[in-house]
């Protein structure tokens, strides 16, 4: 698991709000964003980088697995909205999240994820728990270690 202190949001801090487009140029918010149990929140610097792709069928192929455990899927990326659009058009399978266009790189910054493929665990308070930051030869972290994680933050029954 690639789990650094030194870059990336800091952990058990209030994660900064947003406002940016998606993919179909609807606004959306960061609690606009949040499922019961939090946010599984990516960020990507390119959509069409052969790692990014790889990135996202990863997420799309586990996005209802994250659903189901009450943690909603989001995905920033330092694209246009018509760049984000044609990655959705051209997929072969419908995304369950949205692609955030984070033109400016605004997003990024505040969460400290520029250059830095990664994704953020939100609690549903929008206190960020955890942060895998992904050097370019793996794609994520392995889904069992993130089921883990994201088990120790859903409500027990």
Request: charged share 20%; net charge negative.
């Amino acid at each position: 698991m690639f789990n650094t202190l030194e870059i990336g949001p800091h952990l058990n801090t209030i994660a900064p709000e947003f406002q940016v487009g998606d993919h179909n140029q609807i606004q959306r918010r960061l609690d606009d964003l949040m499922g019961p149990n939090g946010l599984v929140l990516g960020f990507l610097v390119d959509i069409w980088l052969s790692a990014s792709v790889r990135r996202i069928i990863w997420l799309q192929r586990h996005a209802g697995t994250f659903i189901r455990s009450g943690f909603n899927v989001a995905l920033v990326v330092c694209d246009q909205p018509h760049m984000l659009y044609g990655y959705c058009v051209s997929s072969p399978t419908p995304l369950e999240f949205p692609l955030l266009a984070d033109v400016k790189g605004e997003v990024h910054r505040l969460y400290n994820m520029t250059n830095h493929p990664g994704l953020v665990l939100l609690d549903p308070l929008r206190v960020i728990r955890h942060k895998w930051l992904m050097p370019d030869e793996r794609v994520w972290p392995k889904i069992y270690d993130m089921l883990e994680i994201l088990n120790t933050l859903q409500p027990q029954h």
